[in-house]
């Protein structure tokens, strides 16, 4: 049997309000139970929900990638997919991936390769950058630049941008 | 968003089921275009099914030498999937030069089947479109058509499938596997999707409540001699004016098989086989490739800011034709533009 998050009354047609119903996230190594409506995307259940802002909301339509995380490793835009669809799923952030004191390879080098100018897309364009390392297919410049077209910057730093994940992408 | 409930199937049988007991309900693989349209309020499903986990995620071989794709499998995982580099590149490349790594990631490849089109006024509920909302009327037809078709189109819509990975389908012409509440069957590639008619609101032959379980490629993958050719108007994540599958069989200079097919063009994956029939038999050629290519756009009709498509499909399909002839491009981690 299928197992209904919500389930539609007999009668028919939708109660006003819909109930939201526990949804379990592993959310950068804590699993933690939320309530949620079915219709809430993974972004918005990680900035309202679980309060971890570091995720931006750019377009909201999977044009612009600011909203990249990890799910199991992988990048995907977290905007473009619901909450309740990721209960089994090991879900990174940025929060995730370093610490103020203890920056990851690629925020130390968005730092050293000043990457970045207002900083909105960054949270995305290292999530994205990780997806890029987990990955394994990205070695030339040519190759980063294609594999991160997902991933908007309208200050226009990608040069920086490329400079930074091509540092870590040659040490790997 | 309008509000919907939501469940998460089982296995097929639970998902074809639990489809049939909501009224205006849908199946949600990957969700990267569905969930994007219900933003748009384009489509208000009341309730979904989620399909993404059942055991469908699969690449394995099938006994008469073919290739089945299992439907969740996603975009990712069937490009980079060895076989299909190895014996399919022409895919490969297809779907790498489609969308961006994180949508592939989550994209599967019966949703890809199911995409809509992009056309603006399907998007645009100010605006009347047949598609969206049927007998209100064409607005691309006068209006800002520069992404329209020019194959196939009718009076009532001149939508395109906006799919890479479809095109080279149609080229590998693969069969469909479904099952619905009627049962399981199955459809040939080149009739899944349909041209518009005066029904342009059905982009597929698909029945109510059906859904795809796979597609299983035939153990034909031209390999050797191929070219997927992506134009678009920047260089990378953006979907095609014109693209172009080819496929060719070759005997020394001699075209003896050939598969061709275009995205961008018409309301479905172009695939043309009285062009094929002209490649057969045939010295690859500048002389053949322009008569094929001529013929290919002989009947398409522009509606005005999409005029240039008719010249560009032309002269993509001559260069497409002419890189499978030299066999030079190759299956790879990425799509860098087919050059």
Not at chain 2, 60 to 73: F, I, K, N, Q, S
Request: aromatic content about 6%; charged content about 20%; proline content about 5%.
């Amino acid at each position: 049997m299928s197992q209904p998050l919500i389930s539609a009354p007999a009668s028919g047609g939708l109660p006003n309000p819909v109930p939201t119903g526990p949804v379990r996230l592993t959310i950068n190594g804590e699993t933690q139970t939320l309530q949620l409506a079915p219709w809430t995307s993974l972004l918005d259940a990680l900035r309202e929900y679980a309060h971890l802002t570091g995720t931006k909301k750019g377009c909201d339509h999977g044009q612009c990638g600011a909203c990249t995380v990890l799910v199991n490793g992988r990048r995907i835009n977290s905007c473009l997919t619901l909450a309740v669809m990721h209960e089994d799923d090991d879900i990174t952030t940025i929060e995730g991936l370093g610490t103020p004191e203890n920056l990851s390879p690629l925020q130390q080098a968005f730092v050293d390769h000043d990457a970045f100018q207002c900083g909105y897309c960054t949270p995305g364009q290292i999530c994205s950058a990780q997806g890029l390392l987990n990955e394994g297919h990205a070695h030339s410049e040519a190759e980063i630049k294609e594999l991160m077209s997902g991933n908007l910057c309208r200050c226009g730093a990608y040069v920086g941008i490329l400079d930074a994940v091509k540092e870590v992408v040659d040490k790997q | 968003m309008y509000p919907f409930t939501y469940s998460r199937a089982t296995d097929v049988a639970d998902a074809v089921r639990d489809k049939a007991g909501h009224d205006g309900s849908a199946y949600i693989g990957g969700g990267t275009n569905l969930i994007d349209l219900m933003k748009m309020n384009v489509e208000q499903p009341a309730h979904l099914v989620n399909v993404a986990k059942l055991a469908l995620s699969k690449i394995e071989e099938l006994p008469d030498g073919g290739l089945r794709l299992g439907a969740t499998a996603t975009n990712s995982d069937t490009a980079w999937n060895e076989q299909v580099k190895a014996r399919y590149p022409l895919l490969n490349q297809a779907i790498l030069a489609g969308a961006s790594p994180q949508l592939r990631n989550v994209a599967t490849n019966g949703g890809n089947l199911m995409q809509r089109t992009r056309c603006y006024y399907f998007y645009d509920l100010a605006t009347p479109c047949n598609k969206r909302e049927p007998g209100s009327g064409c607005s691309a037809i006068g209006g800002f058509n520069r992404v329209c078709g020019i194959l196939g189109t009718s009076e009532a819509c001149i939508a395109t499938h906006p799919s890479d990975m479809c095109v080279a389908l149609a080229a590998l012409a693969p069969t469909v596997r479904v099952s619905g509440p009627k049962g399981e069957r199955t459809i040939a590639f080149e009739d899944f999707h349909r041209l518009p008619g005066d029904q342009p609101e059905f982009d597929n032959t698909l029945a109510e409540g059906e859904l795809i379980t796979s597609l299983d490629l035939p153990e034909k993958g031209f390999a050797k001699h191929f070219a997927y050719l992506k134009l678009r108007d920047r260089h990378s994540y953006a979907f095609a004016l014109v693209s172009v599958a080819v496929g060719l069989e070759m005997d020394g200079d001699t075209i003896t098989d050939a598969r061709l097919a275009l995205g961008g063009v018409a309301h479905k994956p172009w695939r043309d086989l009285s062009a094929e029939q002209l490649l057969k038999g045939q010295p690859a050629t500048a002389e053949t490739f322009g008569r094929v290519a001529a013929h290919v756009v002989a009947d398409a009709v522009g509606r005005g800011s999409n005029d240039f498509k008719i010249e560009l499909a032309r002269r993509a399909i001559v260069r497409a034709l002419k890189q499978a002839a030299e066999g030079k491009q190759e299956a790879g981690d990425m799509y860098l533009g087919g050059q």
